[in-house]
């Protein structure tokens, strides 16, 4: 009883917390994004939009696994014979269902991606043998160049695509594709579909658009540079799947068409574009921020493990 007294109460405060921040970050997400637009380049725009979208979820698990089961664990008397509510039954029941839920969401995702790597791949050859990351001649037209994979990611070229590109095109095409590699942005989406949340389709939507933008930056340094990947682009664009593509790919075109036309015009633009710089990050502000948090933090954990114990008692009754 007491192991499932306190599976109950640790299920119950996660799912609390991560649905509130959640419904928090759903409400405000486009008044941070708003904000950091006007004082952060696009590719940190990505990693903030990300970093708030997984928020609600880093938050909650934190709260659960360094404060919660600690003070259950530490304060919670284990002779007592208590029975258990009916909220922390049914907060705890939410709880296991949603991280089952998620997990077969990204299996789901990873055995998808997978199958369709292994269709797309069967009659591959090496296009860069001696390349860092791995590049893949295909027979397939479409996708024309996508990057697949998270733990061994590589980069899929059709040999339509390589046949319809000039050398710098192409060179620039492939500097998007290992943007997105660097970036990991395939294992972020893999997190995305492990931490489904009703609410959040128009952000994560938010964060794929500035991935794409991010990722067209890295591509390119100079006007000559953007002419050739929107040259690319524009070649590419009667390419683009019609039907859902696998979940953990990162294609150079995709749909809506409404996101590549203003990829396009951004790199036409590219020497008339305002462009943010990038603020200096002070590191030891940063590393002193983060101690004087974790001070207080262990300074005051012991009550805080009592104040939280004495609220799951109350949740528990």
């Known amino acids: 009883m007491f192991a499932l007294r306190g599976l109950a109460v640790s299920l119950s405060v996660f799912m609390m917390v991560y649905c509130v921040l959640s419904l928090a970050v759903a409400v405000v997400w486009r008044r941070i994004y708003s904000w950091a637009a006007l004082h952060h380049p696009v590719a940190h725009m990505a990693d903030l939009l990300f970093a708030v979208r ?7 698990f934190v ?42 969401n990204a299996l789901i995702a990873i055995s998808n991606t997978a199958c369709a790597v292994t269709a797309l791949t069967a009659t591959a050859d090496l296009v860069r043998p001696a390349s860092p990351i791995l590049v893949l001649r295909i ?6 160049l996508t990057a697949v994979g998270v733990l061994r990611p590589k980069i899929l070229l059709s040999r339509t695509a390589e046949s319809m590109l000039s050398a710098p095109e192409l060179q620039t095409a492939l500097n998007h594709e290992t943007a997105h590699i660097r970036g ?16 959040m389709r128009r952000l994560e939507t938010a964060w ?19 002419l050739d990947l929107a040259s690319a682009l524009i070649k590419l664009s009667r390419f683009v799947p019609l039907e859902p593509q696998p979940r953990l790919t990162a294609s150079l075109v995709h749909s809506p068409a409404s996101i590549m036309n203003a990829r396009i015009q951004r790199l036409l633009s590219w020497s008339n574009h305002p462009r943010v710089a ?5 590191i030891w502000f940063g590393v002193a921020s983060a101690s004087a948090a974790l001070a207080v933090f262990v300074l005051t954990y012991g ?14 009754r």
Not at 54 to 60: E, G, H, T, V, Y
Not at 139 to 144: E, M, R
Request: proline share 9%.
């Open 278 to 282: 990038p603020r200096p990050i002070n």
């Open 63 to 104: 709260v659960t696994a360094a404060i919660t089961v600690p003070s259950f664990l530490l304060l919670e008397p284990r002779a007592i014979d208590e029975p258990v509510g009916l909220a922390p039954v049914t907060l705890g029941v939410l709880g296991a269902a949603f991280g089952i839920y998620g997990l077969v």
């Open 208 to 226: 794929l658009e500035a991935a794409e933008i991010s990722a067209d930056d890295a591509a390119v340094s100079n006007c000559l540079e953007a």
């Open 54 to 60: 997984m928020l609600p979820l880093a938050f909650a």
């Open 139 to 144: 027979s397939q037209a479409i996708p024309p």
């Open 303 to 316: 009550g805080l493990l009592a104040r939280v114990h004495t609220a799951t008692e109350w949740l528990v």
């Open 184 to 199: 990991r942005d395939n294992l972020k989406k893999l997190l995305l579909h492990f931490a489904a949340f009703p609410g």
